[in-house]
């Protein structure tokens, strides 16, 4: 992907993001820990396409065995130029510190890994599923759906896009009330019966499911996380 015509307002906006919650020190009790153990713990070896990476994606490879080939799914083109520039060593995420500790990595074999970038709504449009992938994720994505049918019908989108046996994981920040006037609509559906419900009707298999409380964010009261294995 060629990053030559960046628009600055929304570079300006994905940068806050950025050192808002990754470029910061790593923040303990915002349900990030078990993230990265739900990644390390339940994912496949092999491929994966991340939805709604933004500026992320490095942060959370740390936590993944072995990963071959990443693509990387977003509207914003200028969140994946912050992370070439991680890449490229221009930006540092200082979060990954904890992520590299806890699993034994070198930053610079992570920054190493093949990542490609697609512009793409995926939340609105229809996904080409000929190709099939070890791992899907979704940190945060999926959350935005305005009601519980919106998010299953694009939860049965991604899950479409696993190879049989491998895993999709998923992370969505419950709203707290004041960022739901903000937002304009509340996630309140988030529920691990929602996920229980999705196996069910796939006949696929929940690996976990729980829904981790965050201390001391005025924007999330909690987070739903979850590994979901296609069988």
């Known amino acids: 992907m060629e990053f030559d015509k960046i628009d600055k ?3 300006n906006k994905q940068l806050k993001y950025f050192n808002d919650y990754y470029g910061a020190p790593f923040r303990e009790e915002q349900g990030t820990e078990e993230i990265l153990e739900l990644i390390n713990k339940y994912a496949c070896n092999g491929t994966l396409i991340d939805f709604g990476s933004g500026s992320n ?5 740390i936590a993944f065995r072995h990963i071959e080939k990443v693509l990387c799914v977003d509207i914003s083109k200028e969140a994946f130029f912050i992370n070439e520039q991680i890449r490229n060593k221009k930006l540092y995420p200082k979060s990954c510190e904890y992520a590299l500790k806890k699993y034994n990595k070198e930053f610079d074999k992570v920054l190493k890994t093949e990542v490609n970038y697609l512009i793409y709504d995926v939340l609105y449009s229809s996904i080409n599923s000929t190709i099939k992938y070890n791992n899907v994720s979704q940190f945060g994505l999926l959350g935005l759906c305005k009601s519980e049918k919106g998010y299953i019908s694009n939860l049965e989108k991604l899950y479409n896009l696993l190879r049989k046996g491998g895993t999709l994981l998923g992370a ?15 996630n309140n559906y988030l529920s691990e019966k929602m996920i229980q419900d999705f196996g ?4 696929c298999k929940i ?8 201390i001391n964010d005025p924007n999330y009261d909690s987070v739903l996380i979850y590994a979901i294995k296609h069988e």
């Not at 994606?57 to 490879?61: E, K, V």
């Not at 419950?174 to 509340?186: E, W």
């Not at 069910?200 to 006949?203: E, I, S, W």
């Open 172 to 186: 969505n920040w419950c709203f707290s009330t004041s960022y739901s006037k903000k937002m304009g609509f509340n």
């Open 200 to 203: 069910k009707k796939q006949n």
């Open 9 to 11: 307002e929304e570079y």
């Open 207 to 214: 690996l976990y499911v729980k829904k981790v409380p965050i």
């Open 57 to 61: 994606i490095y942060f959370w490879l």
